[in-house]
């Protein structure tokens, strides 16, 4: 049957902001200046504002935003870009359209996020070995959860290596009270439309406390002009946010904090209801999830694969992420170095996503719930 209780429901949300949404739109339709238009300096205002972040730079997506920040940084061949093995595949892929080669990294058995301790081994493991420059790090904050910023962030200035934040399923979490946003050198944030800030098309955006680095990224968002369009200082790329994707995120983010609130709301009563039946998402300790994606853990493959055919007969959308982890996807094996990655092989064999969005109605989570319980 098909699914009654998809994954994200943005129809649901479009009704709820149609009004603002449509003045938004209008507006741009009726100046015009669709390419870095008015909306883009007030959406990268309001993001600022909304996190806490010095500088903000809208750009055309997620994976765009983490390629200007390792472009500006320098990053090329001959660098060692440490990365988390259980993440989405534009991770990896940026660091090797540069030139350089990703350096993969197991994550934590119950946070998912990546593991400082491994890292380290995998840092000091690259510089023995004497072929590549241990030169970035990008650390992901997965499933809306923060990583373990105060430990990455302590490794990173030992070690002298750049440090991006990839938040593009995490922007609106916090930890240690403060809002994502300010824990790396830069951090690049995805408007993806399944993000929990999601615009009707690709979109992103770049963070930083650094004036100069965010003038760089703005230079290299278009095709690395200077002060004026003709000017050209340096190789950059098509990287410029859309105004009217700007216009819909900015519809959005009236309406954001009481959506991340309603997410919190929605994962707590899954833990409710769910957490002696399968294993829940543990919380990263002194943090509050953006909850992009509500993951549980099966005990092997086998017992996933009944949970799916449940869920499916209950009307009850499932997806899995990720079913194989970076070092084993085909256009990555040639760069991995063959260590072993327990961790990220074994999720990616157990874990499964439920549908989570602002607008699940407390029957849509009895019937995720009871849909889980009578799988199990």
Request: hydrophobic share 45%; net charge negative.
């Amino acid at each position: 049957m098909s699914s009654t209780v998809p994954l994200i429901d943005l129809k649901a949300q479009q009704a709820r902001i149609a009004p603002e949404l449509r003045r938004r739109l209008d507006a741009v339709l009726a100046h015009g200046q669709f390419i870095l238009g008015p909306e883009v300096a007030e959406l990268e205002a309001r993001l600022c504002g909304f996190c806490g972040a010095a500088h903000c730079v809208g750009v055309s997506s997620g994976t765009d935003a983490l390629q200007i920040a390792l472009m500006a940084a320098g990053v090329g061949p001959g660098d060692a870009v440490f990365l988390p093995a259980f993440t989405y595949t534009a991770t990896a892929e940026v660091p090797l359209l540069l030139g350089a080669t990703p350096v993969f990294v197991d994550v934590d058995a119950r946070t998912f996020q990546i593991d400082p301790a491994h890292l380290a081994e995998r840092i000091a493991a690259v510089r023995a070995a004497g072929r590549l420059r241990p030169r970035a790090l990008i650390g992901v904050d997965l499933f809306g959860q923060p990583a373990d910023w105060p430990a990455l962030s302590a490794l990173a200035r030992q070690e002298d290596i750049f440090v991006l934040d990839d938040c593009a399923q995490s922007f609106g979490a916090s930890l240690h009270g403060a809002r994502l946003g300010r824990e790396a050198d830069a951090t690049a944030v995805s408007f993806f439309p399944s993000k929990p800030l999601g615009a009707y098309g690709d979109g992103g955006a770049l963070l930083t406390e650094n004036a100069e680095r965010a003038a760089l990224y703005r230079s290299l968002r278009t095709h690395g002009e200077g002060t004026t369009r003709y000017e050209v200082l340096r190789t950059g790329i098509n990287g410029r946010l859309d105004t009217l994707q700007a216009a819909v995120l900015l519809a959005k983010l009236d309406v954001f904090e009481e959506e991340l609130a309603a997410r919190e709301r929605v994962a707590a009563a899954y833990d409710a209801r769910l957490g002696n039946a399968v294993q829940i998402p543990a919380r990263v300790p002194d943090s509050r999830s953006a909850w992009a994606i509500y993951a549980i853990l099966l005990a092997d493959g086998a017992a996933r694969a009944r949970m799916q055919e449940g869920l499916h007969a209950a009307g009850v959308a499932s997806a899995i992420y990720y079913p194989r982890p970076l070092h084993r996807q085909p256009a990555y094996r040639a760069a991995h170095d063959g260590s072993a990655l327990p961790v990220a092989e074994d999720l990616s064999q157990r874990i499964l996503a439920l549908p989570i969005h602002p607008d699940l109605s407390e029957a849509d989570i009895a019937q995720v719930c009871d849909a889980v319980l009578d799988a199990v």
